[in-house]
């Protein structure tokens, strides 16, 4: 394994209450279960003291339930027997004329009453820890996988140039060279956003904030990605944006690569910046596949991806708009789509404040 490979897995073992479950956990078991216990001792207390009037047997349900989610089933089962004997003393006290085996069967149902209920809380915590300790193996996984993805697309990336100079190439060997680039770039690109999206989650990312008319820089990402489909209307004046030049180039460039790459084949992605009311806004429309109305809210999501005919053969996980998402609410900006409809086309809009002009 390299050294950016160690470098990564470190940087990609969980953290937090999972990883601290095994190391700081046992330590503070007994302790807590303690308290857990002075906390029915105390329920006990006030339910003695008030009599049979009042009913406080709920309350007794408190600490059972803490002791399942936070100590386990050990603590449960102690907290659960032991609020039961709590219980049954209260009413014992309270009632001293009631029979034995009325106490014995009350002493069975409550016992049995809360020792399911910490059972089933203590069984939806290990499902919990099950399923987070799954997604962050899987999320160590990808990291992986996408570094190793990065490394192989840049070597086929440096390698093009020295087949584009090989002599008396046809143009059928061309296309396939050009195909091989735009499918290493693409493979970068999916590297990218899956090494970045933990960065984005935990806020681990600084803005390198700087003040830029957002037309010019819409402009000049239009002509890099496909200038003979993006049609660009902005307003002639400058849209001053005060935000991170890098991290915008990459929201902005998933929108647009989003467009074109489930558009039709020589049709027209129309790009559009404008201000209005303080905020600068940049509007995308394709004339692609189009989304349904329950699809709008998926696609920003993690792995939010829309399965269609259409969609099916396109390279990605559903990373892309949910990385831009993340950058662009870091800006302080909002983005959404709409669309008429499948097959209609859809429409995707961010917007972000407006920057003071430099004086």
């Known amino acids: 394994m390299s050294e950016g490979d160690t470098a990564l897995r470190a940087r990609t073992v969980p953290t937090g209450r999972l990883a601290d479950l095994d190391v700081r956990g046992r330590r503070l078991v007994l302790p807590l279960t303690l308290l857990a216990a002075v906390g029915v001792g105390a329920i006990w207390l006030v339910d003695i003291s008030t009599g049979p009037d009042y009913g406080f047997a709920i309350f007794y349900l408190i600490p059972i339930g803490l002791a399942s989610w ?5 603590p449960a089962i102690f907290i659960a027997l032991l609020a039961t004997i709590a219980w049954i003393w209260a009413d014992v006290v309270a009632r001293p004329g009631i029979a034995v085996a009325a106490n014995v069967w009350n002493g069975l149902t409550r016992a049995a009453i809360f020792l399911m209920l910490g059972l089933l809380i203590d069984q939806v915590r290990r499902e919990r820890l099950a399923l987070r300790s799954v997604d962050a193996h899987r999320e160590e996984s990808l990291a992986l996988f996408a570094h190793t993805l990065r490394r192989s ?10 087949l584009t100079r090989a002599p008396a190439l046809s143009s059928a060997e061309r296309s396939a060279i050009n195909e091989l680039r735009r499918q290493s770039r693409n493979f970068n690109r999916f590297a990218e956003d899956v090494l970045e999206v933990g960065q984005l989650e935990a806020g681990r990312f600084r803005l390198n904030r700087g003040r830029f008319d957002l037309s010019e820089f819409v402009a000049e990402l239009a002509r890099e990605t496909d200038k003979d489909r993006l049609q660009l209307v902005a307003e002639s004046d400058p849209i001053w944006v005060d935000a991170d030049p890098e991290r915008l180039r990459t929201a902005i460039e998933h929108l647009l690569n989003n467009a074109v790459r489930f558009s039709p084949t020589g049709s027209t992605v129309h790009v559009t910046v ?19 109305r329950s699809q709008l809210g998926v696609i920003f999501k993690k792995y939010g991806r829309v399965e269609t005919d259409a969609t099916r053969d396109k390279i990605g996980v559903g990373l892309g708009l949910y990385v831009a998402r993340l950058i662009i609410e870091a800006h302080g900006g909002r983005v959404s789509a709409s669309s008429v409809g499948l097959g209609l086309g859809s429409t995707f809009t961010l917007d972000l404040p407006l920057a003071e002009a430099p004086a």
């Open 70 to 74: 936070w100590l386990g089933r050990g």
């Open 274 to 292: 404008n201000s209005k009311d303080g905020r600068a806004r940049v509007t995308v429309k394709d004339q692609g596949v189009g989304l349904a």
């Open 153 to 162: 697309a840049g070597e086929i990336e440096s390698a093009i140039p020295d």
